[in-house]
Antibody, heavy 121, light 107 residues
Framework: QVQLVQSGAEVKKPGASVKVSCKAS????????MHWVRQAPGQGLEWMGW????????KYAQKFQGRVTMTRDTSISTAYIELTRLRSDDTAVYYC??????????????WGQGTLVTVSS | EILLTQSPATLSLSPGERATLSCRAS??????LAWYQQRPGQAPRLLIY???NRATGIPARFSGSGSGTDFTLTISSLEPEDFAVYYC?????????FGGGTKVEIK
């Protein structure tokens, strides 16, 4: 079955960077775009961007432009998100979520289990 | 940016009752709206996409309706596992945005 397994929790200091991974299995990794969504503690969901694992092309929400980079390694079916210049309000659970369809229709299914990133001095 | 407003913020109901959740968009999103369920401590799960299409494996008690700016998620008869937070999401315009969520709690 389709499965997305994310890396473990991280604790970072303000100003540092964090890189979270998302390993895909059960489908052709290069066939579906991968999205990243975050959720601050007790808050709602916020879309950050997507990567096309086939081309490496990306689209980022303007809010994160200049601080976020999404990459992939097709040899190990893994997508990555790196966020730099971390602030306390970046504390959140970061989810990867596959696009529902190969043509890229921007619905999210399935989701990874989430990675908690805590930014604290 | 399209703002999605969900109401009510909290819905207190008993098992077996009908739940009606609302999502209103700040501008038309056509039928490009989805609903997700998030149980405590879990990742969200896609329930409905394109306003009214159930995702794979989603029970028939979940249904979606609406177009333009007003959308509804209906749960015909609440099961114990349906008590959760529900989010709507639009894909009509960039950036993709979510509503603030409706919590369905046990009365």
């Amino acid at each position: 079955q389709v499965q997305l397994v994310q890396s473990g929790a991280e604790v970072k200091k303000p100003g540092a960077s964090v890189k979270v991974s998302c390993k895909a299995s059960g489908y052709t990794f290069t066939g579906y775009c991968m999205h990243w969504v975050r959720q601050a503690p007790g808050q709602g969901l916020e879309w950050m961007g997507w990567i096309n694992p086939n081309s490496g092309g990306t689209k980022y929400a303007q809010k994160f432009q200049g601080r976020v980079t999404m990459t992939r390694d097709t040899s190990i079916s893994t997508a990555y998100i790196e966020l730099t210049r971390l602030r306390s309000d970046d504390t959140a659970v970061y989810y990867c979520a596959r696009d529902l369809d190969q043509v890229g229709i921007n619905w999210f299914d399935p989701w990874g289990q989430g990675t908690l990133v805590t930014v604290s001095s | 940016e399209i703002l999605l407003t969900q109401s009510p913020a909290t819905l207190s109901l008993s098992p077996g009752e009908r739940a009606t959740l609302s999502c209103r968009a700040s501008q038309s999103v056509s039928s490009y709206l989805a609903w997700y369920q998030q149980r405590p401590g879990q990742a969200p799960r896609l329930l409905i996409y394109d306003a009214s299409n159930r995702a794979t494996g989603i029970p028939a008690r979940f249904s979606g309706s609406g177009s333009g700016t007003d959308f509804t998620l209906t749960i015909s008869s609440l099961e114990p596992e349906d008590f959760a937070v529900y989010y709507c999401q639009q894909r009509s315009n960039w950036p993709l945005t979510f509503g603030g969520g409706t919590k369905v709690e046990i009365k």
